[in-house]
């Protein structure tokens, strides 16, 4: 099995004001994201509308969180986190917040 390298962008890295909560995401993503990955978990979903971008719910503290990442070539980067939790409305505000970074 290929190791997969992961990062994160600014916005992930300081999406919590918690430093317990930013670490628990971080940890989450260097160490179980991956494995999520490599085993091709059914909590993965495309979103939809974008090649080789994917989300999952992640657990962090007592709340639940969607997670958008880019996965290609055996790197995996976090791009965006929100408390939204419907797809279709995670799947379109993702959308919207790649358009108006780049």
Not at 48 to 59: D, F, I, R, W
């Amino acid at each position: 099995m290929a190791t997969i390298a992961t990062s994160y962008t600014p916005f992930i890295a300081t999406f919590f004001t918690k430093p317990t909560e930013e670490t628990k995401l971080l940890d989450f993503i260097q160490t179980k994201l991956p494995i999520y990955v490599a085993q091709r978990s059914p909590k993965i979903k495309p979103v939809a509308g974008s090649q080789h971008l994917y989300e999952l719910k992640v657990h962090i503290g007592a709340d639940f969180y969607r997670l958008a990442y880019r996965y290609e070539s055996n790197q995996i980067q976090a791009l965006y986190l929100t408390k939204t939790l419907r797809k279709v409305h995670f799947d379109r505000e993702v959308l919207r917040f790649l358009r108006s970074s780049s």
